[in-house]
């Protein structure tokens, strides 16, 4: 009994194998037929395109006019909010044109654009503020410069400072 299972055990072992070993091929024809039942299978329950454009024609004249009305509002509110980012772009633009004039340099352009834009009110335009602004601030980087010489001894007293500078130069009064 002992050798029949044995000799069972090794039938089934072998069997196993050649399934294994022995793999089906398949030619062209039988592929494309194979191919084309799983796509007929698959493509059973779909809608043509036909249907399809059909059916969101039907579906747009199925809504109501809130449906609609709403749409529209977020279109609208969507346009509107690009239009409103591009004229900021645009007023940015001209307010660094008109700093650039003024002598500002490239990198102060946006702090002196923010500093000016707070004093802009209604009836004072950007332009009249910046003016306003440099009259009394200059920009950054520049500095006013007196090229006048004082005139050693021309009446004036002497400082503390001016002694000092003297020693350092060597020449004393």
Do not use: H
């Amino acid at each position: 009994m002992a050798e029949q299972n044995e000799n069972n055990q090794q039938t089934q072992q072998q069997e196993e194998q050649q399934q294994q070993t022995a793999e089906k091929t398949f030619t062209q024809a039988e592929l494309d037929t194979i191919v084309a039942r799983r796509l007929a299978k698959a493509q059973k329950g779909m809608p043509s395109d036909e249907e399809l454009s059909a059916f969101r024609a039907w579906k747009d004249s199925q809504q109501t006019e809130q449906q609609k009305y709403d749409l529209m509002k977020t279109e609208r509110d969507t346009a509107k909010t690009e239009l409103l980012a591009a004229q900021a772009k645009i007023e940015q633009y001209e307010r660094e044109k008109i700093l650039a004039s003024k002598g500002v340099s490239a990198d102060d352009l946006d702090y002196y654009a923010f500093k000016i834009g707070k004093l802009v009110t209604e009836t004072k335009s950007f332009e009249q503020a910046a003016t306003e602004y440099f009259a009394v601030n200059q920009p950054r980087g520049t500095a006013r410069v007196d090229f006048g010489a004082p005139l050693s001894g021309g009446g004036q007293k002497s400082t503390p400072n001016d002694a000092m500078n003297a020693l350092i130069r060597g020449a004393r009064k």
